[in-house]
């Protein structure tokens, strides 16, 4: 059954009535796409601006590493510079995760963790825009880190990952301190059984493991600034809001509560932040099934474990994967896997739009998620509580407010000393003037409105303004 509504979507979060630093209408919602990047300044504005169009405000792109590698080259510069002038231009904030190819390029040894830490300082140093960093990828899984177990059955990947993220974060904040280094991006799902064909790990197991491995090693200063995840649930036929694995080792987009107390479990008692760590989900996606009209876009077979879903249901998923990061406290981030679909039906069809740019039926109803998310009403949230900051604005006699939230006022205008002349009452989209419908006296005197303003959802403690009043 598809879940619409917020209170419904939301009642999937058992945590404590929490405290709102972070998330709510600050989650940034990007895409994770790599269609931005090219040698072509305007291909790289042209898709940037899809991106936009659909409602995203966030880009995550991927840098690859490969081993001898210790700086960025000349070509990967232009394109991440493409990348970064795109993204100022549309108001986009870029995400890079520097990574290696696959297992065979795994940076196990001293030197190639040195040469990989100093090839992502360079990426920071490409340009100021690129200020987030994620380092590696899917370390749980053997299809980029191998060997994942040790010959006696041990934590193999862990421990190796664990002195790669530190040697790359003491490089990154040398070379630029003001950068954010993400680790982990780790996959939802693993074996945890050493000797298979398939050696993975599940998150559980391998973000305990990479505490210990943190504890193990004796550092007294952090390894990461923030925590990437990829809360893919079991397919894409699974709700985000029914997708719970209270008794397994998967940590899906509902398992939130499972996440922090991993990460509490791992680090905390230590100098790397662990309940508290600021968490980014940098892949999540929705697969829709594809039309026979647009089939002819496509190639290849789509795999019986996918279990794709019309676009209606790809929209609703979305808004659910929204109002759940929405609600989560301690993430920052939610990146849905793609802005396009990818044209191999083996890979990923999770886009609003399909492989030619043109629109899925999803797209609108997407990116009115998103908006709302900025707007702070896509959910109602326990322990949640929003301050609007209103500005007013007099042209004349008309006085013209604008809230960051959508919100709930209660405008007044006083002759001074203390003479009420009129009263409004009304509501405001978050972002959007609207005239308050109380217009500046042309009578001489001295003239002051006072205004409440609360937020519509998730209200907080009302703000108030007091400004002088020019006569019209």
Known sequence: MILRSAAVA?????????????????????????AVRSASPLEAKKQMDMLVRAGFRGVRITQTWAPGQTEVSPEDAIVLRNVATAAQLDG??????VMNVGSKTTPVSDQDQLDFAAYAASVAEVSPTLRILIIGNEPNLNRYWLPQFADDGSDAAALAYETLLARTYDAVKAASPGVTVLGGAVSPRGGDVAGGIRPTHSPTAFIHDLGQAYRDSGRTTPIMDGFAFHPYEDSSSVAPSSGLHPNSTTIALGDYSKLVASLGEAFDGTEQEGSDLPIWYDEFGVESQIPATEQALYTGTEPATTKPVPEETQAAYYREAVQLAFCQPNVRGLFLFHTVDETDLL??????????????????????????????????????????????????????????????????????????????????????????????????????????????????????????????
């Open 347 to 472: 890979a990923w069809q999770s886009g609003v739009y399909y492989a030619d740019g043109t629109p899925k039926s999803s797209l609108d109803a997407v990116k009115e998620a998103l908006d709302e998310s900025r707007r702070g009403v896509v959910a109602q949230c326990p322990g949640m509580e929003l301050t609007v900051h209103p500005k007013l604005v007099q042209r004349k006699s008309v006085l013209t407010l604008t809230c960051d939230l959508d919100c709930v006022y209660v405008a007044q205008l006083y002759r001074l000393p203390g003479r009420l002349l009129a009263s409004k009452f009304g509501t405001a989209i978050g972002g959007q003037p609207t005239r308050l419908g109380l217009r500046a006296p042309k009578a001489k005197g001295s003239y002051r409105l006072r205004l409440s303003a609360t937020a519509s959802v998730n209200a907080g403690r009302p703000a108030l303004l007091r400004v002088p009043v020019r006569r019209g």
């Open 10 to 34: 939301t009642a999937a979060l058992a945590v404590a009535p929490p405290t709102f630093d972070s998330g709510g209408p600050a989650l940034l919602i990007g895409a994770t796409e790599d």
């Open 92 to 97: 986009v904030t870029v995400v890079t995760s």
